[in-house]
Structure formats: C-alpha cells, structure tokens
C-alpha cells in the first residue's frame, strides 16, 4: 500500500489558481456585497482552501457609489477613529463617509470581514473598488458574478 497517498495537500501562494472576479454593487445591499467579496477574497468557495494560505481570488467592485444600505443606516450608521491625542475620537456617519469618499464605505465593510493579521492584510491588497462602471483591469478579462445567484 501507498503510504504518500493519505497525506492531506494543503495549497500555498504558489499553488493557488487566482482568478480575477467582477461584482457590480448597483442596488445591491452593502452587507451583502461584502460578505460575499469576502468570500472570494478569502477563497472559501474553492475546493482547495487552505485557512492560512491566501488562495482567494482577485476581486473587483463597480459602482460602488450606487449601494443601499437598509434602514436608517444611512444617518445612524457611524464610522469610529482616533487620531491618537487625548479627546482625538472622530466619527461620521456613513452617508457623510460617501459623499467624502464612496469607495471607503465598501472597503471598511470588506475589511472588517477579513482575518485581522498580516494574511488579513496580504488578502485586502486583492480588492479593487471603483465608483462608476470603469475600471482599469479589462486585460486581465474578469468573471462576472451575479450576486442574486450565490448562496
């Protein structure tokens, strides 16, 4: 009998086939959009997923500008930080956060969802969010996912 034939292959950086994926975030819900980038980034729905490794796919995120968040959010919902200084917490609310910055809104919400470490932060780096239908990544033909269809 085989004895190398039990072992278990875990996939690393350099096994892993990356993929590059398009979502377009256009009336869709925020929370949504986010836990589902974050699955692709993070590569769970691959069959060789690997908790340490980063086999997640390269994801990019269009007309981020055009989410909806549900309820009152919009004024309720406050982003938090400090600069440092004693009495430094600031805070603004998310529909101010849009207007100052729409693509922050979907990169805050995606990242809070990742790992807080280096892979965390290794992963984050294959996230490309952009406001309108443009983006600059059509040479690396991306797969258009729809959101309605994933479970």
């Not at 917490?89 to 693509?103: E, F, G, Y």
């Not at 919400?109 to 239908?133: C, D, Q």
Request: proline share 3%.
């Amino acid at each position: 009998m085989n004895t190398l034939s039990y072992k278990t292959i875990s996939a690393n950086k350099e096994t892993a086939n990356k993929e590059w994926i398009l979502i377009d975030a256009e009336n869709q819900v925020l929370g949504r959009v986010a836990s589902i980038a974050a699955k692709f980034l993070r590569g769970k729905y691959k069959t060789n997923f690997t908790p340490h490794a980063d086999t997640g796919d390269y994801v990019i995120i269009i007309n981020a500008d055009k989410i909806r968040l549900t309820g009152n959010k919009w004024e309720q919902k406050e982003y938090i930080r400090h600069t440092g200084y004693p009495g430094g917490q600031r805070s603004i609310n998310a529909k101010d956060l849009m207007a100052k910055k729409p693509t922050s809104v979907m990169e805050k919400a995606i990242k809070g969802m990742l790992p807080k470490n280096k892979l965390g932060s290794a992963l984050f780096r294959n996230l490309h969010v952009y406001e309108g239908t443009e983006h600059k990544h059509e040479a690396q033909k991306p797969k258009q996912i729809n959101l309605n269809s994933i479970k």
